[in-house]
C-alpha cells in the first residue's frame, strides 16, 4: 500500500500564513474594485440637466401624445369592461400580458405612435424617458414642465 505524503494533505503553520494573507488580499482587491465600479454607475446615473431647448421639445412631445393616450386609453377601457385598466409600459412588454388582444393591439399602437412622436421631437427613447424619470423626482422641473405646458396650451406656436 502506498502511503500519503502528509505535507499535501495537511497544510503546515508556515503555509498557511501566506494562503490567507493572499486570500484576504484578494478579498480586498475585490471590495475595492466592485466599490469603484459602484461608486462608476452611481456616478454615470447622475442626471444629466434639461436645458430650455429640451424641456420645450420634451413638452411638445407631451402634448402631441396626450390626446393619443386618452383615445388608447378609452378604447381599451371599453374592451375590458368594469375591470380596472391596468398601468401600461411601453417599454416593459410584461405590463401587456394582461390584455386581451385587441386591448393588447391599441397599446402597442399607441407606443409606436408615441415612440415617432418623441423622435420628431429631437429625442431617443432613451433621454426621452431619463427626463420622465427626473421629472417624477425634480419638483422645479416639475414646475418648468407644467408652466411650459400652460404657455404652449395657450399659445401653440410659442418658443
Known amino acids: 500500500m502506498k502511503r500519503f505524503d502528509t505535507h499535501l494533505c495537511r497544510p503546515s503553520l508556515t503555509g498557511i500564513f501566506p494562503q490567507s494573507l493572499f486570500?484576504?488580499?484578494?478579498?480586498?482587491?475585490?471590495?475595492?474594485?466592485?466599490?469603484?465600479?459602484?461608486?462608476?454607475?452611481?456616478?454615470?446615473?447622475?442626471?444629466?440637466p434639461v436645458d430650455n431647448t429640451e424641456l420645450l421639445s420634451y413638452s411638445r412631445a407631451l402634448l402631441k401624445m396626450e390626446p393619443a393616450r386618452q383615445q388608447a386609453f378609452e378604447e381599451i377601457k371599453k374592451i375590458i369592461g368594469n375591470r380596472e385598466v391596468p398601468q401600461i409600459v411601453c417599454n416593459d412588454s410584461n405590463s401587456l400580458n394582461g390584455l386581451p388582444d385587441?386591448?393588447?393591439?391599441?397599446?402597442?399602437?399607441?407606443?409606436?405612435?408615441?415612440?415617432?412622436?418623441?423622435?420628431?421631437?429631437?429625442?431617443?427613447?432613451?433621454?426621452?424617458?431619463?427626463?420622465?424619470?427626473?421629472?417624477?423626482?425634480?419638483?422645479?422641473?416639475?414646475?418648468?414642465?407644467?408652466?411650459?405646458?400652460?404657455?404652449?396650451?395657450?399659445?401653440?406656436?410659442?418658443?
Open 23 to 48: 486570500l484576504g488580499a484578494c478579498a480586498t482587491v475585490g471590495l475595492f474594485i466592485s466599490t469603484l465600479t459602484f461608486s462608476l454607475k452611481i456616478g454615470a446615473q447622475t442626471p444629466t
Open 102 to 159: 385587441k386591448a393588447k393591439d391599441i397599446a402597442v399602437n399607441y407606443c409606436h405612435h408615441s415612440q415617432k412622436i418623441v423622435e420628431e421631437n429631437g429625442f431617443t427613447i432613451d433621454r426621452f424617458n431619463k427626463i420622465t424619470v427626473e421629472v417624477q423626482n425634480n419638483n422645479t422641473l416639475k414646475r418648468q414642465i407644467y408652466n411650459t405646458l400652460l404657455r404652449l396650451q395657450k399659445n401653440p406656436n410659442s418658443p
